[in-house]
């Protein structure tokens, strides 16, 4: 691998020079708001030369290929005032200038909004779904952001309730806060996904995510192991978390939040610089998050802590220092295991179970403690006009002790041995797996070089970058089974299931189980993508990654063997644009894999035993085709595509009918999945904005085991979702500040059994319904919701069945300074 490293490092620089010999001067600059805030969506111009740009995220713009000359320079926006300046371009240098608007932020939105000019809620360019500055209609790949304006209209406090304005990915399991799997899990595309990237690296947390710093939250569809490898990612995607950065004024905002179920809250949001001169900055973001439970026992209590510091020397270097701590001390959500098949339970839906929806079936005291600390560096150097650099490292750490209740349904004949009680299921077994002082460990660096540059008259977007990731767990499981009640039996104490009673199971004796996960992985890799635009209006996207995974071995609940791969992931786009920047037509190839170890196969040559082999890459190839609109000057924005996923080489057990082969497995199984997205973000009239998504998908395993095959996967989800928030602000000349929101989210029926010995058990299609309102005067803003208006039970889970929240009320009151 060292070679490799070597031969990109020389590439790189051979191409660089020879680039630099050919590129022009250069305009650059930054847009903010007079409260300091960067102005995202901005027209910047230059003269009558054609060329511009729209600033991003955080306010910057590039402008390329720039003649020597004297130039008026623009900054616009439908509805805002125009602010410009003259510059003088000198060859072979970069100019830079800065505009701040008239406006503070709360203005420019509602200039913005009265105007009618921009979509809100809609984000037109991503720096981190292709590691590079691309507008949505430049990309070939699908996918969704969710902005803090549409957290804070809804008043989310979460990851998990962001989650719920992204097309296509449904929330299947509660946050356990168990170190290195304790995250939320949700589903996208069929495949099970969980939130481990913050800002495009590895930002694990072991718990539920608070938004407190969250600007927006990416969800990237499909296969992309090519520029963020397998690791981080699934088949189905993966969710990025872009955190909240300084800016050069003083500012900031307090919050205070109470509502149902006990729910207290105080958060804080604080700007500013540190220096006469503004090049060093400081924000931080902090929470505490108090909510008990709609069932009899349970609770969350959270701090959440992010401070970040901005050092910017000069024009070319910035230096970015920060840190997210989550202390979470929780009640872990109620989860219904399936030990037991469909029949033996007496139903086949969650609904038809002879379970309290608002019992717990235990007592106080099984808490869980989790930490999550994550640090990150990064350090950007634009070396010439065209080229500049990242580099990233990341420390991130997860800790879990204590205790996590589980249950699962037993059939009444198991229970009383008589076989005329078969058909239902009126017990419940109750048991805990705790952890033990566990802990996980992710280190990473990353390396990007940036280039924008043209050849000729070819347009090169390019990144080439450099990646290490260590992750070093250290989890130790163990548990036992507490007892078995009845569920039909009036004014029963649960109440005894509870954490001093198991500690002293603990003391008398060793538990019934112990599962260490122990093992250090390390992966090297090296990647490149480059966009080319072949003219104005057709680009194509071609990019490589070769990734060395060395397993150094360890323990999951018994021997895992060392071994190395090495696995090289391809992908490709093409984007046509019939009319520039309105409409992109799009298609895309997407890979990624997995490595499954080591496995035990048959052979025929020695029926009589199973060997170990080394198994091939699991893989993963999606192809893609859709259509993206940025129409009618921004107010309507729209992605509709079509894939289709097929993992190949997956492992399954060996269909030889001779014993020995029961015990072994081989590695031929197939799974598809295919499907439609839709998402719509529109601002049809004045004041009004829509927020839409429609998926569809159609899982199936194609050669699998003989009890699955031809089936839809347990882990899938369910096939049909939808999401819809639609908000109102008021005109001025009404109430002046004034705005309602309502939507929901619909998701068909959710096969969480599906097998020939197991049946079929459903958890029932459900509609939830969401609305608030919100009021800004000045520097106030109070803001209410009523989440689940309708009192809906609905159950998420995947081999799981968890209840979900009824109805809950949330109030807040924030002053911003």
Known sequence: MRSVYFFLFILVTISSAKVLAQTGPAVRGNVTTADGNPAEGITVTLGTTGLGALTNSQGDFVINRVKAGTYPIRVSSVGLKTAEQT?????????????VLAENTAQLQEVIISAGQINRFSRTTSDYVSKMPLKNLENPQ?????????????????????????????????????????????????????????NGVAGYVSSGIDAVNLEKLEVIKGPSATLFGSALTSYGGLMNRVTKKPYETVGGEVTLAGGSYDFNRVSLDVNTPLNASRSLLLRVNTAYNYEGTFQTQGYTRSFALAPSLMFRPNERLSILLDAEITRVQSVGKQMIFFYFPADQLGATRA???????????????????????????????????????????????????????YFYLVPDNVVTGNPADAGKANYLTRADQSTD???????????????????????????????????????RFFGSTFDTVPLNVPGFDYSRFSGSRMDSIYASGPPQFTYPIINKRNIYSAYASDVLNLTDQLSVLAALRVDHYDNKGGSEGGAVAAYQQTAL??????????????????????????????????????????????AKLERANQVEAGVKLDAF??????????????VNDILRTDPNPLAAARFAQIQDGVQTSKGVEMEVIANPARGLNVVAGFSYNDAKLVRADADVNGRRPSTASSPYLANLWVSYRLPDNLVKGLGV??????????????????????????????????????KFRVSGKVDNFTNQRYWVGYTTANPQKLRNFAGSVSYAF
């Open 351 to 405: 609904d038809q179970l002879n379970l309290d929806y608002r019992n717990s079936y235990m007592g106080d005291g099984l808490s869980l403690n989790s930490r999550s600390t994550n640090l990150f560096g990064q350090i950007n150097y634009r070396l010439s006009p065209t080229f500049t650099t990242s580099t990233n490292i990341t420390s991130s750490q997860s800790f879990s002790d204590g205790k996590g209740a």
């Open 437 to 475: 002082n566990s802990r996980n460990t992710v280190f990473e660096v990353q390396q990007n070089l940036n280039g924008d540059f043209r050849i000729g008259s070819l347009r090169n977007r390019v990144v080439v970058g450099l990646d290490f990731l260590r992750i070093n767990s250290n989890q």
């Open 569 to 614: 992931s391809p992908k490709f786009g093409l984007v046509y644009q019939p009319v520039k920047d309105v409409v992109a037509l799009f298609a895309n190839y997407q890979n990624s894999f997995n490595n499954r170890g080591v496995y035990n196969a048959f052979d025929l040559q020695a029926p009589d035993s199973t060997s170990q082999r080394q």
């Open 87 to 99: 510059i003088t371009v000198t060859a072979g240098e970069t100019t830079t200038v800065s505009f």
């Open 142 to 198: 699908v996918y969704t952001s969710v902005g803090k304006e549409l957290l804070a209209e809804q008043l989310v406090f979460s990851v998990d309730d962001a989650i719920r304005n992204a097309p296509g990915v449904q929330r299947m399991w509660e946050a356990t806060g168990r170190s290195g799997d304790g995250g939320g899990f949700y589903n996208s595309r069929s495949f099970i996904l969980q939130s481990s990237l913050r």
């Open 633 to 646: 000057g921004g107010k309507l924005s729209t992605t509709i595509s079509y894939y289709s996923i097929r």
């Open 741 to 778: 929101g309502v939507g929901g989210n619909y998701a068909s029926d959710n096969k969480i059994l599906n097998s020939v010995s197991q049946g079929v058990f459903i958890l029932p299609a459900y509609t939830v319904l969401n609305a608030s309102v919100f009021y800004t005067y000045r």
